[in-house]
């Protein structure tokens, strides 16, 4: 490079009068503004529009962040007021900075995805793979973090050298989600919004700390099975559809008989198709007497084979979050619970509920708590004093007693909240247990 073009260079760092950054792009995070040779002008204009930051780092140390607004970068300003004591030096500039701007916009749609199945075990399935997909969004929200703990040096950084470790992370987190919640995979399509949202709770306050980001929303499109088990899933779906099974098993029949009849070797097509018309009426006729009838033993076919039992009804279960931790329990273990703790917390959660509820709001579970005893009724105490001076605390019974043992004799008694001690039998209480009427005469 000749004299006059590093001259022109020099110049043209020197009397720069705008720093702005006018982004076109849609995935660009953090740009580093193009100043020759670090230098900037004293007296200079620094832009800073919606959706952006700028970041000053001198001599290798991050000095200030700007958010939107026009600056002017003078040693009068205090935040930079060292920052520019390069300009004295003309050209031979030993004081180095450079300026970043950081997209602070929301990027949405960024896709995410599991590059290997997820293991989960079902209830219903037994042990399952499920591949998972969908959608991110997130912003930074601290520009100086993130230049630290990320970018570091990079003069441009795009939203394609940060996604692969946020979609792992997510991913990861996803797995957890699912496995702690125990949700079945049938449910799961109803499940999607919540677990997104619980997934960006979760990971929101991580992602500030490690990487200046705020995740704004996590969206699960779909969690799929493999496909053997999606064939699986529709034959049964065909059989519950099915319902008579002696007509599914003649469909079968009637729909295989046009193989049967254009089959190399067939020598008789029409004999062909009436014996697999005859075979499948034979087959439906034995299932449907199968499933009426119960195993019986001939001497001459032995024992004839009898449909099982069917399979006990299925407890529901519920997730528990309360006295003793969280688990996965009947409404008879829930209501064992409660009985033992009844002022603890007790609150419930099923598959296909808007969000959980006390025990108290399941009827299933109310009706099988143990009803509580009502509380002993209170037995009043008086303070007693008899014919012959003595004194006693007392119950109301007991106070009855003694005057029926003495009726003539002088019988007071007094508690709480009485302002004198008074003639036991003008207290209703024991009045009643004196079986009512005026009292007798005092002794003359």
């Given at each position: 490079?000749?004299l006059?073009?590093?001259?022109?260079?020099?110049?043209?760092a020197?009397f720069?009068?705008?720093?702005?950054?006018?982004?076109?792009?849609?995935?660009?995070?953090?740009?580093?503004?193009?100043?020759f040779?670090?230098?900037?002008?004293?007296?200079?204009?620094?832009?800073?529009?919606?959706?952006?930051?700028?970041?000053?780092v001198?001599?290798?140390?991050?000095s200030?962040?700007?958010?939107?607004?026009?600056y002017?970068?003078?040693?009068?300003?205090?935040?930079?007021?060292?920052?520019?004591?390069?300009?004295?030096?003309?050209?031979?500039?030993?004081?180095?900075?450079?300026?970043?701007?950081?997209?602070?916009?929301?990027?949405?749609?960024?896709?995410?995805?599991?590059?290997?199945?997820?293991?989960?075990r079902?209830?219903?399935?037994?042990?399952?793979?499920?591949?998972?997909?969908?959608?991110?969004?997130?912003?930074?929200?601290?520009?100086a973090?993130?230049?630290?703990?990320v970018?570091g040096?990079?003069?441009?950084?795009?939203?394609?050298?940060?996604?692969?470790?946020?979609?792992?992370?997510?991913?990861?987190?996803?797995?957890?989600?699912?496995?702690?919640?125990?949700?079945?995979?049938?449910?799961?399509?109803s499940?999607?919004?919540?677990?997104?949202?619980?997934?960006?709770?979760?990971?929101?306050?991580?992602?500030?700390?490690?990487?200046?980001?705020?995740?704004t929303?996590?969206?699960v499109?779909?969690?799929?099975?493999?496909?053997?088990?999606?064939?699986?899933?529709?034959?049964?779906?065909?059989?519950?559809?099915?319902?008579?099974?002696?007509?599914?098993?003649?469909?079968?029949?009637a729909?295989?008989?046009p193989?049967?009849?254009?089959?190399?070797?067939?020598?008789?097509?029409?004999?062909?198709?009436g014996?697999?018309?005859?075979?499948?009426?034979?087959?439906?006729?034995?299932?449907?007497?199968?499933?009426q009838?119960?195993?019986?033993?001939?001497?001459?076919?032995?024992?004839?084979?009898?449909?099982?039992?069917?399979?006990?009804?299925?407890?529901?279960?519920?997730?528990?979050?309360?006295?003793?931790?969280?688990?996965?329990?009947?409404?008879r273990?829930?209501?064992a619970?409660?009985?033992?703790?009844r002022?603890?917390?007790?609150?419930?959660?099923a598959?296909?509920?808007?969000g959980?509820?006390?025990?108290?709001?399941?009827?299933?579970?109310?009706?099988?708590?143990?009803?509580?005893?009502?509380?002993?009724?209170?037995?009043s105490?008086?303070?007693?004093?008899?014919?012959?001076?003595?004194?006693?605390?007392?119950?109301?019974?007991?106070?009855?007693?003694?005057?029926?043992?003495?009726?003539?004799?002088?019988?007071?008694?007094?508690?709480?909240?009485?302002?004198?001690?008074?003639?036991?039998?003008?207290?209703?209480?024991?009045?009643?247990?004196?079986?009512?009427?005026p009292?007798?005469?005092?002794?003359?």
């Amino acid at each position: 490079m000749g004299l006059w073009s590093t001259l022109t260079q020099h110049a043209k760092a020197q009397f720069l009068d705008v720093i702005q950054w006018l982004d076109d792009s849609n995935n660009t995070l953090v740009y580093r503004f193009p100043v020759f040779n670090q230098a900037i002008q004293d007296g200079g204009k620094l832009v800073v529009r919606e959706g952006q930051a700028a970041v000053f780092v001198a001599e290798g140390r991050l000095s200030d962040v700007f958010g939107p607004g026009t600056y002017e970068l003078s040693t009068r300003t205090t935040a930079i007021s060292g920052f520019f004591e390069s300009i004295k030096y003309g050209l031979n500039m030993p004081y180095k900075g450079d300026i970043y701007f950081i997209s602070t916009r929301q990027f949405t749609n960024q896709k995410w995805g599991t590059s290997n199945p997820m293991m989960l075990r079902d209830a219903d399935l037994g042990v399952v793979r499920v591949r998972a997909f969908g959608a991110f969004a997130y912003r930074i929200t601290d520009p100086a973090a993130f230049i630290r703990e990320v970018v570091g040096t990079a003069g441009l950084y795009t939203t394609e050298e940060i996604n692969g470790h946020v979609k792992r992370k997510l991913v990861s987190a996803l797995a957890d989600t699912i496995g702690e919640a125990k949700i079945p995979v049938f449910d799961l399509v109803s499940q999607y919004m919540d677990l997104g949202d619980a997934l960006r709770q979760r990971l929101t306050g991580w992602f500030q700390e490690n990487y200046g980001l705020t995740l704004t929303d996590f969206v699960v499109e779909n969690i799929s099975v493999p496909p053997e088990v999606e064939k699986m899933i529709d034959t049964r779906s065909k059989m519950a559809l099915a319902g008579d099974m002696n007509a599914y098993t003649q469909f079968q029949m009637a729909n295989a008989l046009p193989d049967a009849m254009t089959r190399p070797g067939a020598s008789n097509p029409m004999m062909d198709a009436g014996m697999g018309l005859a075979m499948g009426q034979m087959m439906g006729n034995q299932f449907a007497r199968a499933q009426q009838a119960p195993a019986t033993f001939a001497p001459n076919t032995g024992l004839s084979a009898a449909p099982p039992p069917p399979p006990p009804p299925m407890e529901t279960r519920y997730h528990y979050n309360g006295v003793g931790g969280q688990a996965e329990l009947t409404a008879r273990e829930i209501a064992a619970r409660v009985a033992q703790a009844r002022d603890g917390a007790h609150n419930v959660w099923a598959a296909g509920w808007a969000g959980w509820k006390k025990w108290s709001e399941v009827q299933e579970i109310v009706a099988l708590v143990p009803a509580v005893p009502p509380p002993l009724p209170t037995v009043s105490v008086f303070h007693y004093t008899g014919p012959d001076g003595a004194t006693a605390t007392l119950s109301g019974t007991d106070v009855a007693a003694r005057v029926r043992s003495a009726p003539g004799g002088r019988h007071l008694v007094w508690k709480e909240g009485f302002a004198s001690w008074t003639d036991a039998r003008e207290v209703g209480e024991i009045a009643a247990l004196l079986g009512g009427g005026p009292p007798p005469p005092p002794p003359i």
